[in-house]
C-alpha cells in the first residue's frame, strides 16, 4: 500500500499465504509504479517477508526493508484496516469458487 497515496499498489491471492503469493504482489507493485529505485517497504515479521525469496526479490527490485519490532503493530494499521475492509466488506463471506488471475484492477487509479 502506498501510504501517502493511501491506495493498494500490488496485491495476489491465493488460498494459502506463502513468500510466492507475496513476492508476486511486490512485483506487480514495482511494475505498476514504474520500476521506482529506493523505496523503502515495511512489513511485519511474518515469515513470508523474511524468506530468502522474498529478500532476494527486494534486493533485485533495490528496496529497502523496514521491519517492526515485535509486538509494534500500530505501525501497521493502515493495512490492518485495508485486511478488515477486503475480508468483510469487499470479498464475498462464501469465498470464491476459484481463484483466477485477475486482468483487471480490483481498485481505480
Known amino acids: 500500500m502506498d501510504l501517502f497515496a493511501r491506495k ?9 499465504p506463502d513468500s510466492e503469493l507475496t513476492a508476486k504482489a ?13 523505496v523503502m517497504f515495511h ?6 517477508y523474511t524468506s ?8 533485485r527490485y533495490q528496496m529497502t526493508q523496514s ?4 509486538g509494534n503493530c500500530w505501525d501497521n494499521s493502515p493495512m490492518e484496516r485495508f485486511f478488515r475492509s477486503l475480508k468483510t466488506e469487499w470479498v464475498p463471506t462464501t469465498g470464491y469458487k476459484a481463484l483466477v488471475l ?3 484492477p480490483l481498485f481505480a487509479t
Not at 493498494?8 to 494459502?16: E, K, L, T
Not at 530468502?52 to 534486493?59: D, F, I, K, N, V
Not at 521491519?67 to 515485535?70: A, H, P, Q
Open 8 to 16: 493498494p499498489v500490488g496485491w495476489a491471492m491465493s488460498f494459502a
Open 26 to 38: 511486490l512485483q506487480m507493485a514495482w511494475e505498476l509504479r514504474g520500476h521506482p529505485k529506493q
Open 43 to 48: 512489513s511485519d515479521q511474518g515469515s513470508h
Open 52 to 59: 530468502r525469496q522474498y529478500r532476494q526479490a527486494l534486493w
Open 67 to 70: 521491519i517492526s519490532r515485535r
Open 102 to 104: 485477475l486482468s483487471q
